[in-house]
């Protein structure tokens, strides 16, 4: 069983920055210059729970596939213990704790806060009879804009120390290969 512990490690970190680093850089940046701005929103109602629950997901998994570490100094135990551990805590629970902690804020607070802003902004175009970003902007329609420019901020910085928490994992798992 410790013999599958590695290689599920790596591949649970692969795919977590991998996804990360995807869906920050590339399909996001594409899709928002590419698509009109409903189609936009749509497909990112749709990606947002898979990325955010991968984000939520793939620590807990990273942390229950520690393979531990032997080294003369120390003796760490793999999987969850392991990741406890006093000695790798800053270097390994942290930046672990940090990607789960980022991710279920924005899967479960800041997401549906999001859709809710947006609910509330079509509700109020059909209202005006006009998009939120036709002017004149009403003050209602500028409030609710508001409001979601500063939960999606959140969310990106959410997002961004999540990438960051990520690699810096990434570099204490490099400096364990040999």
Do not use: W
Not at 12 to 19: E, F
Not at 50 to 79: C, D, E, K, W
Not at 122 to 133: D, F, H, I, N, R
């Amino acid at each position: 069983m410790e013999s599958m512990l590695a290689p599920a490690h790596i591949l649970s970190y692969g795919t977590l920055l991998g996804t990360t680093v995807f869906e920050t850089f590339v399909a996001s940046i594409i899709s928002f210059k590419k698509l009109e701005r409903p189609t936009f929103a749509m497909l990112q109602n749709h990606m947002f729970p898979v990325y955010f629950g991968m984000q939520s997901a793939l620590p807990v998994v990273i942390a229950l596939t520690y393979p531990g570490l032997r080294t003369v100094v120390h003796n760490v135990s793999p999987g969850i213990a392991g990741v406890l551990d006093e000695t790798v805590r800053k270097n390994t629970l942290v930046p672990l704790a940090t990607i789960f902690v980022t991710g279920v804020a924005n899967l479960f607070c800041l997401m549906p806060k999001a859709k809710a802003i947006k609910a509330q902004r079509l509700q109020l175009e059909a209202v005006e009879g006009k998009s939120q970003y036709e002017p004149p902007v009403s003050p209602a329609m500028d409030k609710l804009n508001k409001s979601f420019r500063r939960v999606h901020g959140f969310s990106t910085a959410f997002n961004l120390i999540s990438l960051i928490a990520t690699v810096a994992y990434g570099v204490t798992l490099s400096r364990r290969i040999q």
